[in-house]
């Protein structure tokens, strides 16, 4: 029997659907209109309703895609927009109730729509990086190019070209590599994080809050100062630094856990990368440029903190707080983070492929403070401050000094 996804009062998921967008002016989630989700949902219908028409019905109303010619400055947004969010919402609800083979289905449907492909279209074409080519040197800058883009999403015979490396500043003696796929790639990863996006949301640790919508490193500051401005709070801060996290982590699981097609994640990992006309093979990790990138490093270590509460207890004040793969542990004494805090995160990140920075990764007692997220997090005779740490002053004084020198001859 069809189980509709509305409920009187408020909605259960909530605070899910709400970073997603996905609630409706009463709060409460919309009418499912997708097709079913199984093969069983035909057979258990009444039999005065016709499959068929049914089935024609809610495919029509989720934005099945037509393949006629789409005009692209007519689509309606608010409609597109709204389609997908509802499918989303639908996503979270399934998820919180264990339903796997509801969200494959759920995901599918998203995936193979008119509106989800066109949103994906959407989020390329406008932002920051929409006049950038991959390695085709392709960019989709006309509405004829973005209509026809929507027709090029489509899941068989795809083939991801390799990405395009760039090199960008890190500080002043290093570079941070990037990735940039080609637009086509580009749409393709933002049409399936439209998909994995809310289920990522609704698994995700709580004091998580890198690469997360309504999350910034503010909040992050912030539940550090709730877990450490009390006079009994912990102590002793474990700094944890990951090593080359983007770049290391393990194919192998992630297409083990990572809640999406896996015929499509595995030829973004092993898509390779060009860097000076020469063609490189990945065998771990995925590349820093990518649309859905931070979802998957956020996926790959989220779990973190939930290990961590159910190992220890709360009178060993056990606080994790993490911002994409900076990780910051409180705890009662310097021993309890040594010897068995520290180890503990060691075996989450060798299943992953992943391992701390043994040079970087430090205890601290928080009258000597550390600093995390470009802040100093220390307590000066019992009262805990936070202000900008002394690296970061620095930086920011440097590059008031480079913007002045540049330009004197301005008046």
């Given at each position: 029997m069809e189980v509709r996804a509305w409920e009187d009062g408020e909605s259960e998921c909530r605070p899910v659907t709400g970073r997603i967008g996905a609630e409706s002016v009463e709060g409460k989630i919309a009418p499912r209109e997708s097709a079913p989700t199984s093969i069983r949902s035909f057979t258990a219908r009444e039999p005065d309703k016709p499959t068929k028409e049914k089935k024609q019905m809610t495919a029509t109303q989720a934005g099945a895609f037509s393949h006629k010619e789409v005009n692209w400055d007519s689509i309606n947004w608010n409609l597109v927009n709204q389609n997908v969010k509802r499918l989303q919402a639908r996503i979270v609800k399934a998820t919180q109730e264990g339903r796997w083979g509801k969200v494959k289905a759920l995901q599918r449907l998203l995936t193979h729509s008119f509106s989800g492909k066109a949103l994906a279209v959407r989020r390329v074409t406008e932002n920051q990086g929409k006049r950038t080519p991959g390695v085709d040197q392709q960019i989709w800058d006309t509405p004829e190019r973005k209509s026809q883009a929507i027709d090029q999403l489509r899941q068989r015979g795809y083939k991801p070209l390799p990405l395009k490396r760039v090199y960008i500043p890190k500080d002043k003696n290093r570079l941070r590599p990037l990735?940039?796929?080609?637009?086509?790639?580009?749409?393709?990863?933002?049409?399936y994080l439209e998909g994995l996006d809310p289920i990522a949301e609704t698994i995700a640790d709580p004091n998580s809050y890198g690469f997360r919508k309504d999350r910034s490193p503010a909040d992050a500051i912030q539940q550090c100062f709730n877990a450490l401005a009390q006079k009994t709070s912990a102590q002793w801060i474990l700094k944890c630094d990951i090593k080359s996290c983007f770049d290391r982590i393990s194919h192998q699981w992630l297409l083990e856990n990572a809640p999406m097609d896996k015929n499509i994640l595995e030829r973004w990992?092993?898509?390779?990368?060009?860097?000076?006309?020469?063609?490189?093979f990945t065998e771990a990790g995925t590349p820093q440029g990518g649309i859905v990138s931070p979802v998957l490093m956020n996926l790959t270590l989220n779990g973190l903190e939930r290990?961590?509460?159910?190992?220890?207890?709360?009178?060993?004040?056990i606080h994790c707080i993490r911002f994409a793969d900076d990780i910051l542990v409180t705890g009662k004494t310097r021993e309890l983070l040594e010897t068995e805090v520290t180890p503990l995160i060691e075996d989450f990140l060798q299943v992953r492929g992943l391992e701390l920075s043994t040079e970087k990764t430090r205890i601290?007692?928080?009258e000597k403070g550390v600093d995390f997220l470009g802040q100093n997090i220390r307590k000066y005779d019992g009262k805990l401050l936070i202000k900008p740490s002394k690296k970061g002053v620095k930086t920011l004084l440097e590059k008031v000094k480079e913007i002045i020198t540049s330009n004197k001859q301005t008046k």
């Amino acid at each position: 029997m069809e189980v509709r996804a509305w409920e009187d009062g408020e909605s259960e998921c909530r605070p899910v659907t709400g970073r997603i967008g996905a609630e409706s002016v009463e709060g409460k989630i919309a009418p499912r209109e997708s097709a079913p989700t199984s093969i069983r949902s035909f057979t258990a219908r009444e039999p005065d309703k016709p499959t068929k028409e049914k089935k024609q019905m809610t495919a029509t109303q989720a934005g099945a895609f037509s393949h006629k010619e789409v005009n692209w400055d007519s689509i309606n947004w608010n409609l597109v927009n709204q389609n997908v969010k509802r499918l989303q919402a639908r996503i979270v609800k399934a998820t919180q109730e264990g339903r796997w083979g509801k969200v494959k289905a759920l995901q599918r449907l998203l995936t193979h729509s008119f509106s989800g492909k066109a949103l994906a279209v959407r989020r390329v074409t406008e932002n920051q990086g929409k006049r950038t080519p991959g390695v085709d040197q392709q960019i989709w800058d006309t509405p004829e190019r973005k209509s026809q883009a929507i027709d090029q999403l489509r899941q068989r015979g795809y083939k991801p070209l390799p990405l395009k490396r760039v090199y960008i500043p890190k500080d002043k003696n290093r570079l941070r590599p990037l990735s940039i796929p080609t637009m086509k790639d580009r749409a393709m990863q933002a049409l399936y994080l439209e998909g994995l996006d809310p289920i990522a949301e609704t698994i995700a640790d709580p004091n998580s809050y890198g690469f997360r919508k309504d999350r910034s490193p503010a909040d992050a500051i912030q539940q550090c100062f709730n877990a450490l401005a009390q006079k009994t709070s912990a102590q002793w801060i474990l700094k944890c630094d990951i090593k080359s996290c983007f770049d290391r982590i393990s194919h192998q699981w992630l297409l083990e856990n990572a809640p999406m097609d896996k015929n499509i994640l595995e030829r973004w990992l092993t898509a390779g990368f060009m860097d000076k006309n020469v063609l490189y093979f990945t065998e771990a990790g995925t590349p820093q440029g990518g649309i859905v990138s931070p979802v998957l490093m956020n996926l790959t270590l989220n779990g973190l903190e939930r290990t961590l509460k159910e190992r220890f207890s709360k009178s060993e004040r056990i606080h994790c707080i993490r911002f994409a793969d900076d990780i910051l542990v409180t705890g009662k004494t310097r021993e309890l983070l040594e010897t068995e805090v520290t180890p503990l995160i060691e075996d989450f990140l060798q299943v992953r492929g992943l391992e701390l920075s043994t040079e970087k990764t430090r205890i601290a007692h928080i009258e000597k403070g550390v600093d995390f997220l470009g802040q100093n997090i220390r307590k000066y005779d019992g009262k805990l401050l936070i202000k900008p740490s002394k690296k970061g002053v620095k930086t920011l004084l440097e590059k008031v000094k480079e913007i002045i020198t540049s330009n004197k001859q301005t008046k």
